[in-house]
Every structure is written in C-alpha cells, then in structure tokens.
C-alpha cells in the first residue's frame, strides 16, 4: 500500500455488524500516514481483513477502540497472538479506549490461549484510557471522544482522530445522540455506523433518521457502515454512501 499521493488513506479492514450480514468482516479501519498507522477498532476478524486489504499488522502503531463488544475489539487477542508467534515482534503497540479495554483485552486473551499471555508477548503493549474532558496527543495525531449511546456494560465513545493534517471522526455503534453533529463537524470523512433501513433498534442508527439529520453534519464526506439485513437489502437504492469491505479511501 502507498501512501504518497495522499496525506492519509484509510482502508476499510472491516464494515459489518455483529452477525457478518451480507458477509461482511466486523468492524475494522486502518489508517496511515506518511510516518504512522492506527486502527479504529478491530473487530474478531480483522486479522482476516489485513490479509485480504494487504494491511501489515507489524506496522500499526496504535489502535483505538470505540467500545467493548466483541465484533469492535475483539481482534486484538489475535492480534497480539500473531505478534508473538508469527510476526515475532518487538516494536511496541498503544491500545487506546475506553476504561475497562486492558482488563477486558487480558480476559478475552486468557480464556482463548490459556498461559500465553503470562509467558509474555515479546514486545511491549500500552494501554491509555480516553476520557471525553481530555485530548489525546500520542504518536502525532490528536485523538478526542464524545459519549455515544450504545450498551455493552462500559462507555461507548465516538471518536475523533486528527492526524496527516486530516481529521477522521467515527460514531461507533450509537443510537441518535445530539454528540454526532459535534463529532463530525470540520471532519474530512465521517463514518457512521448505520444498522437498519426504516426501524428503530436500540443503540444503532437507522438510514431515515440519517436523512432526516445529514445537513447537520459539517463534514467534507459522509459515509455509512456496519449495515443489517435490512439495510443491505435496501443498499441500491440509498443517496447515502456505504461502504465495503476493502475499499480505500484518499483524504
């Protein structure tokens, strides 16, 4: 992948739900830089996705969740296995999100690979928590959050990177909160999750209820992911841009 004819391009590792509707892989974004490389989220199956999207997962630097259900974090126990035996990496990684990311990482990983992680990893991981009254400044991008409404049993955030001179904002999984126009103002491309067509189900966002709000949001490019069966089955007909699995985006 090269990034020269473009400050920073983001790859659409994974744009599914939960249930891999329409065979999507969950939800996965790679973003790079000249100089760095950042995930949003990495869902179970997003070690899947860098094989398929040619993504070297020894070249990310840091990766930041949205919040703590399996199809958006749940790749990094694989992640970091792959680090250990595959990769043999030795350069360290930032996790970054929510309270309770390390703690919920560290039991994914223990239940799914008893004893490896007490062996040790072979290179360091980091974990910063993000808190909605503070900015992040790590590895040249500066990250903020804004609370969104999804459950889960720990914070959900929408989050907001700028990094390359380019600013990302991504709603998570999040029903209508008046956060979204905050998150994706001045944003250069703003992905939000969309799960259904025309009903209402609780923490997810629905295509009408998009349309009904879209000129509220100051962004340059407004794109959607994380569809249901209901919405794919309507995804020829939308005046709103979803995304696919493996498409490429120059900012």
Same mark, same amino acid.
Not at 18 to 26: D, E, N, T, V
Not at 49 to 70: K, M, N, T
Not at 100 to 118: D, H, I, K, N
């Given at each position: 992948?090269?990034?020269?004819?473009?400050?920073?391009?983001? %790859?659409?590792?994974?744009? /599914?739900?939960? $249930?891999?509707? =329409?065979?999507? #892989?969950?939800?996965?974004?790679?973003?790079?830089?000249?100089?760095?490389? $950042? *995930? #949003?989220?990495? =869902?179970?199956?997003?070690?899947?996705? $860098?094989?398929?999207?040619?993504?070297?997962?020894?070249?990310?630097?840091?990766?930041?969740?949205?919040?703590?259900? =399996?199809?958006?974090? /749940?790749?990094?126990?694989?992640? *970091?296995?792959?680090?250990?035996?595959?990769?043999?990496?030795?350069?360290? *990684?930032?996790?970054? =999100?929510?309270?309770?990311?390390?703690?919920?990482? !560290?039991?994914?990983?223990?239940? *799914?690979?008893?004893?490896?992680?007490?062996?040790?990893?072979?290179?360091?991981?980091?974990?910063?928590?993000?808190?909605?009254?503070?900015? @992040?400044?790590?590895?040249?991008?500066?990250?903020?959050?804004?609370?969104?409404?999804?459950? &889960? /049993?720990?914070?959900?955030?929408?989050?907001?990177?700028?990094?390359?001179?380019?600013?990302?904002?991504?709603? /998570?999984? %999040?029903?209508?909160? !008046?956060?979204?126009?905050?998150?994706?103002?001045?944003?250069?491309? $703003?992905?939000?999750?969309?799960?259904?067509?025309?009903?209402?189900?609780? &923490?997810?966002?629905?295509?009408?209820? @998009?349309?009904? !709000?879209? !000129?509220?949001?100051?962004?340059?490019?407004?794109?959607?992911?994380?569809?249901?069966?209901?919405?794919?089955g309507r995804a020829g007909a939308l005046e709103l841009e979803l995304l696919h699995d493996g498409a490429r985006l120059r900012l």
């Amino acid at each position: 992948m090269n990034a020269s004819d473009a400050p920073l391009v983001v %790859t659409c590792v994974g744009t /599914g739900d939960a $249930f891999h509707s =329409g065979g999507r #892989l969950h939800s996965c974004y790679h973003l790079m830089s000249a100089d760095r490389q $950042f *995930l #949003l989220d990495c =869902g179970g199956s997003s070690t899947a996705g $860098f094989a398929r999207c040619g993504v070297d997962p020894e070249q990310i630097d840091a990766l930041i969740v949205s919040h703590l259900h =399996g199809d958006h974090f /749940g790749g990094i126990p694989y992640l *970091l296995l792959a680090g250990k035996y595959l990769h043999r990496r030795t350069r360290p *990684l930032l996790c970054i =999100g929510p309270d309770g990311l390390q703690r919920r990482v !560290e039991q994914a990983f223990t239940a *799914l690979y008893p004893g490896v992680l007490e062996e040790g990893l072979g290179f360091e991981v980091t974990y910063r928590v993000l808190n909605p009254a503070a900015v @992040l400044d790590v590895l040249g991008a500066r990250i903020r959050c804004v609370p969104v409404v999804h459950g &889960g /049993g720990a914070p959900a955030l929408g989050i907001r990177v700028e990094m390359a001179g380019r600013i990302v904002s991504y709603s /998570g999984d %999040t029903e209508w909160t !008046e956060q979204l126009p905050i998150l994706a103002k001045g944003s250069d491309l $703003f992905i939000c999750e969309c799960f259904n067509y025309d009903q209402a189900a609780p &923490g997810h966002l629905d295509y009408l209820t @998009l349309m009904h !709000e879209k !000129e509220r949001f100051d962004t340059r490019r407004l794109v959607l992911t994380h569809p249901g069966p209901q919405l794919l089955g309507r995804a020829g007909a939308l005046e709103l841009e979803l995304l696919h699995d493996g498409a490429r985006l120059r900012l």
